[in-house]
């Protein structure tokens, strides 16, 4: 069981807007900020979006993060066939010394 | 551009200590900038953290795993590395090597592309 809970699965059409939860705990997301992953098939993680909000350079701005108390979203508009892949939130937790605790992962369809 | 490999056996037998090596090229590994950390994914699965070490030694590790995770730092191979102890069939997994940024992201990036070790008699 993963610390940080996401939808398992998510799905929508080319040119639509998605969006993937990831729920924590006041001792992650609530006190700390929160990162998105982005897995395609086959390939190491990329680093998606960081501090809740913001781009790495050369990350397209149809991907954008936001966190409200114990809970972050990731919004994909204007959805594309290789956005089909696996996301992942990842946070800080404060207990037992601080760990980092990811996601379970949710894998986005693109129909 | 920081690239990250990680090198090591693809089986390991039962019980047996599991050893992996990171091999950092393009940036050095003793920047006071960066932690150097482990993480890995039983097939099929999510990401689990292992931990992360300091070009000066400093680790931290995942409290479930803390009681068999030694990571090491070699700077003058630029090189950081794991071992795990009595490891069982439930830590096949690919395992990724990470840079994590302390300064501007505080986020794991770049990764390396992962080694998949297999635990099997």
Redesign the interface.
């Known amino acids: 069981q993963s610390v940080l809970t996401q939808p398992p699965s998510a799905s929508g059409t080319p040119g639509q807007r998605v969006t993937i939860s990831c729920s924590g705990s006041s001792s992650n997301i609530g006190s700390n900020t929160v990162n998105w992953y982005q897995q395609l098939p086959g390939t190491a993680p990329k680093l998606l979006i960081y501090s809740n909000n913001q781009r790495p350079s050369g990350v397209p701005d149809r991907f954008s993060g936001s966190k409200s108390g114990t809970s972050a979203s990731l919004a994909i508009s204007g959805l594309q066939s290789e956005d089909e892949a696996d996301y992942y939130c990842a946070a800080w937790d404060d207990s037992l010394n601080g760990f980092w605790v990811f996601g379970g992962g949710t894998k986005l369809t693109v129909l | 551009q920081l690239q990250l490999q990680e090198s090591g056996p693809g089986l390991v037998k039962p019980s047996e200590t599991l050893s992996l090596t990171c091999t950092v090229s393009g940036g050095s590994i003793s920047s006071d900038s960066y932690y150097w950390?482990w993480?890995r994914q039983p097939p099929g699965?999510?990401?689990?953290?292992i931990g992360?070490i300091y070009y000066s030694g400093s680790t931290?590790?995942?409290?479930s795993l803390k009681s068999r995770v030694t990571i090491s730092v070699d700077t003058s191979k630029n090189q950081f590395s794991l071992k795990l102890s009595s490891v069982t069939a439930a830590d096949t997994a690919v395992y990724?090597c990470a840079r994590r940024d302390t300064v501007a992201?505080?986020?794991?990036?770049?990764?390396?592309?992962?080694t998949l070790v297999t635990v099997s008699s």
């Open positions: 950390g993480i699965k999510g990401l689990e953290w992360s931290y590790y995942n409290p990724y992201t505080l986020a794991f990036d770049p990764w390396g592309q992962g």
